[in-house]
């Protein structure tokens, strides 16, 4: 991207508690001072990225206080409550670079090449180790040949989903852990959710050689949240219908679509879990609201190649879980 020398090119981190982070690019695409911007969505409400601006007062407040970092509230037509980050130069974009998730830079490549110019040695240099930890970590995570996500790969799938409706199902197959067959029953079956598990009787099948057996599901508080809209949503399709939508949604964000199938968000939260509470009692747990009368089905989901970063990133959709 190329600037003229009147632009001055800056990192933003850009926060609201009001609105999304889809919102928040509109915003930020109207901005009179914004001429260029390589941003991406970290979350459902938080922008980071690369901008450059012209006649920007705050700028040029960062450039008179020597400071390279300035946080403030900021005040829009709406009043979205946002919060700004600006980072312009030395010791404070490190420092920033390192919180990010990896994610970030499958979305940020262009912005090396966007503010390079102005940045210090040892910026580039943080940079330049992030992407080859990125890379280190997007190959992808197969047990017996089903897909497993990283955090962050579920993330980007989701985000590339158009509706609503689609998102409130793969989210509640998620985080519920339930067979596809056993969620196809559920969201018909509203009463077995009794706000804060769910409860599957003892019942014969379609296929009347297999039985469900009863168990309660426990269920992290944003499963919970996320229940309240599943049943209003249209039913799932067939297993065949799911398989595709997952590759079709995964080719859209740019990720290999290898292994996945509605056994997917089952042995994923399966993974997540023993790697996130990684104890003795949440493996009994995690048998019983699966459905498991021995270990020998999570083997699989054991000694998955997880991350710090990826165990940080579980927090937001299995914290409390354990509770």
């Known amino acids: 991207m190329k600037r003229n020398s009147q632009e001055v090119a800056h990192f933003v981190d850009i926060v609201s508690d009001k609105v999304s982070a889809e919102e928040l690019t509109r915003e930020l695409q109207n901005s009179s001072d914004v001429t260029e911007r390589e941003v991406a969505s970290v979350g459902s409400n938080r922008l980071v990225g690369a901008v450059a601006s012209s006649d920007c007062h705050v700028c040029a407040s960062i450039i008179d206080s ?25 010791d404070a974009i490190p420092q920033f670079l390192q919180g990010l998730p990896t994610l970030v830079w499958r979305h940020l490549r262009e912005m090396i090449f966007f503010v390079k110019s102005d940045l210090t040695l040892s910026t580039l240099e943080i940079m330049t180790e992030l992407e080859q930890q990125e890379e280190k970590t997007t190959e992808p995570i197969l047990s017996s040949g089903v897909r497993i996500l990283r955090p962050r790969e579920y993330e980007l799938i989701r985000e590339a989903i158009k509706t609503e409706d689609n998102r409130t199902k793969l989210d509640a197959l998620l985080l519920t852990g339930l067979r596809y067959s056993e969620a196809q029953r559920f969201q018909e079956r509203m009463e077995w959710f009794d706000g804060n598990s769910i409860h599957l009787p003892e019942m014969v099948t379609i296929n009347s050689r297999r039985k469900q ?4 599901v426990r269920l992290s508080p944003r499963c919970i949240a996320a229940l309240t809209h599943l049943f209003e949503a249209r039913k799932l399709p067939s297993w065949r219908g ?45 048998l019983a609201s699966q459905g ?8 699989r989901c054991m000694n998955l190649p997880f991350t710090a970063q990826d165990k940080s990133e579980m927090t937001a959709w299995i914290g409390g879980w354990d509770r």
């Open 292 to 299: 498991y009368t021995d270990t020998s089905h999570l083997k």
């Open 213 to 216: 057996k009863e168990r309660w």
């Open 242 to 286: 799911w398989t595709l939508n997952l590759k079709r949604w995964a080719v859209t964000a740019g990720i290999d679509p290898i292994g996945l199938s509605p056994k997917t968000t089952r042995k994923t939260l399966e993974g997540w879990l023993i790697f996130f509470y990684d104890n003795p009692g949440c493996v009994l747990h995690l």
């Open 66 to 90: 020597k400071t390279g970092y300035f946080i403030a509230p900021a005040i829009t037509e709406k009043d979205w409550g946002m919060s700004y980050k600006f980072f312009m130069g030395g």
